[in-house]
């Protein structure tokens, strides 16, 4: 594997990525850390203490809090400083979406305001779209939704019945439809909606201002979780909106939409590090005072294994949520020096980084639901109590594993679009099989055994990369272009890319961290990283062999299962005495620190 410091999108599959060219979270400057704090203050003063009441459905507190935030700047992290905003890069956006992703239902809302229902101006709006809607959303004047969903148009967003009338002189277009699930629209100004013109095959988008005659917006739904954020139907009956309130190009909204769910996808990520660190800091805090046969429990061996596998898969989480949140601030720069405008470039780079934003969310919205079921295990009885942090924060965590596409969706765009991009000799993941292939009638080539800590678990990467070249390869040569309909084994290959993804994050963090770190702070990242490594392992091993015992037989399929025990070998760990050491650290602290 050669050395590339800009890998493309699903890159990392085929090519080694170095240390020293991922961002860690340990690198936030002065001034990163600073509009964190900002975000924080507000959270701990301004949330927090009102999340019972938001949760009643309280539409004027919910407007209330966004417009504070406004005032505060917190709206505009990342709109242009001509728009009023801060003009801060994507990986700052994403450590102020953390710190607000420890608000409850109020990180819904803000994440909503701030990302998709302002960014489809910002990315794909004119000048003049831009300049009339953009400061007042930074303001907070405005409170913007996004409409997209509809009863029989979710996953297949593009199917959507909404309607888009041009009136005879061109001027207006009146919207016909009705839209579900719209976070903020209860109190929401303005409106990014997806309609059909015509006999499009395509959706639209349209900016809306609610005020407008023939728009309806229904109660707030009644959910499982996330109740302080406003969740409504949003009805039109012939709204009549100037023509000049067409986004983007007519037929464009689908691609407009799906770019905006990539955006949608890392950031959701980012927002639920910030809440398995604050659930975390609860059960640490909990732990440090409940006694039980006279005891403190969090001395008791079982609380520590729980409270260090949280931290365990909360560092992978966050590790690889940086990491391709720095690959996407990279794109977007290196597309500017290339005389891209800022929009546009920033949509390219999310793009191009489709795949990672798609890993992301899946493995960030599963481990906060890992997290917080934890926490309420840590907390026994008392956890489901609703007079509990750890029981908001179970029920509001459910639903990011469907906001944004389901994860059985981002699962399959996952290995979609690597293969989608193989074809198109984006990415050649042909070559690399073949090589996998060959290897697999070769000796085996079991390593030094007084290696380098870095160097061992970097074999262990290629050849965890191996199996799902392996794998996949296969799978392409039995179903060829039925591959697509192959649902099971498209899920197991995503778990494999993700759970290596997740893995080589980890390692490149602590390897990064080793330049600087000595002695127990540096031992306790190779704690988590060795329990890491050594649990998905199994994982993916368990994933390949799953499917490779769907589509293969005889002496192909014993050979893929020799390959599968042979790539995803590894050394043995006292993972229990690791996660000791991880959680008598957090115990000391009393909150999450690494």
Not at 279 to 289: C, G, Q, S
Not at 427 to 437: E, Q, R, S
Not at 468 to 488: P, S, T
Request: aromatic share 8%; with cysteine.
């Amino acid at each position: 594997m050669s050395e590339n410091k800009s890998l493309k999108g699903g890159e990392f599959l085929i090519k080694e990525t170095l240390a020293k060219d991922v961002f860690i979270p340990e690198e936030f400057n002065e001034e990163q850390r600073m509009m964190a704090q900002s975000c924080k203050d507000f959270t701990d003063t301004q949330v927090l203490p009102q999340v019972e009441q938001l949760e009643k459905h309280d539409r004027t507190l919910l407007t209330k809090l966004l417009k504070e935030a406004g005032k505060l700047g917190l709206l505009g992290i990342s709109v242009p400083e001509e728009y009023d905003g801060f003009g801060q890069n994507f990986v700052t956006s994403m450590l102020t979406v953390e710190e607000m992703g420890r608000g409850y239902s109020f990180a819904v809302a803000y994440s909503a305001h701030t990302g998709i229902g302002t960014l489809p101006i910002l990315y794909y709006g004119t000048e003049a779209q831009k300049q009339k809607y953009l400061p007042k959303l930074v303001s907070g004047e405005f409170i913007g939704a996004y409409c997209l969903t509809e009863a029989d148009a979710g996953s297949d967003a593009n199917s959507g019945k909404t309607k888009a009338v041009l009136s005879a002189d061109g001027s207006t277009y009146a919207l016909t439809g009705v839209k579900i699930w719209i976070t903020n629209g209860g109190v929401a100004d303005l409106l990014i909606v997806f309609a059909k013109i015509g006999d499009d095959k395509n959706l639209s988008a349209f900016i809306v201002e609610t005020n407008t005659a023939g728009i309806t917006i229904g109660a707030d739904e009644e959910k499982m979780g996330i109740k302080g954020s406003s969740t409504v139907q949003v009805y039109f009956d012939n709204a009549v909106i100037p023509a000049d309130n067409l986004l983007g190009e007519r037929d464009g909204g689908f691609k407009i939409a799906l770019n905006i769910l990539n955006l949608g996808r890392i950031k959701l990520s980012g927002a639920a590090v910030g809440a398995c660190k604050g659930t975390i800091d609860h059960a640490l805090h909990y732990a440090n005072e409940r006694k039980q046969f006279g005891t403190i429990i969090s001395s008791f061996g079982a609380i520590k294994w729980k409270l260090g596998e949280m931290a365990i898969r909360t560092f992978a989480s966050e590790s690889l949520t940086y990491r391709a949140s720095q690959n996407i601030d990279d794109a977007i720069r290196q597309l500017k020096d290339q005389g891209m405008d800022k929009g546009k470039a920033t949509v390219e780079g999310i793009r191009q980084y489709a795949i990672e934003a798609s890993i992301a969310k899946v493995f960030g919205s599963e481990v906060l639901d890992y997290v917080v079921d934890e926490a309420v295990q840590v907390y026994g009885g008392m956890g489901y109590s609703a007079e509990t942090p750890v029981e908001r924060a179970y029920r509001d965590s459910r639903i990011n594993r469907i906001f944004e596409g389901t994860n059985e969706i981002n699962r399959m765009v996952i290995v979609g679009e690597l293969l989608k991009r193989a074809m198109k000799g984006e990415i050649d993941l042909l070559t690399p099989a073949k090589a996998v292939g060959s290897e697999l009638m070769g000796i085996p080539d079991f390593g030094s055994v007084t290696a380098d800590y870095f160097e061992t678990k970097k074999k262990m990467v290629v050849n965890f990369k191996k199996s799902i070249l392996m794998v996949a390869g296969a799978a392409i040569q039995k179903y060829m272009d039925k591959f697509a309909e192959e649902q099971e084994i498209l899920m197991a290959l995503a778990d494999m890319i993700m759970n290596t993804y997740a893995a080589e994050s980890c390692l490149l963090r602590t390897e990064k961290l080793s330049a600087t770190l000595t002695g127990e702070k540096l031992s306790l990242f190779k704690d988590m990283t060795d329990v890491f490594f050594y649990d998905v392992a199994g994982k993916i091993n368990k994933s390949g062999v799953d499917a490779v015992n769907a589509f293969a037989a005889g002496d192909e399929q014993q050979g893929m299962l020799m390959g599968m025990k042979r790539f995803t070998k590894f050394a043995n760990v006292n993972a229990i005495a690791a996660r000791r050491r991880i959680a008598t650290h957090m115990i000391e602290e009393n909150h999450y620190p690494f």
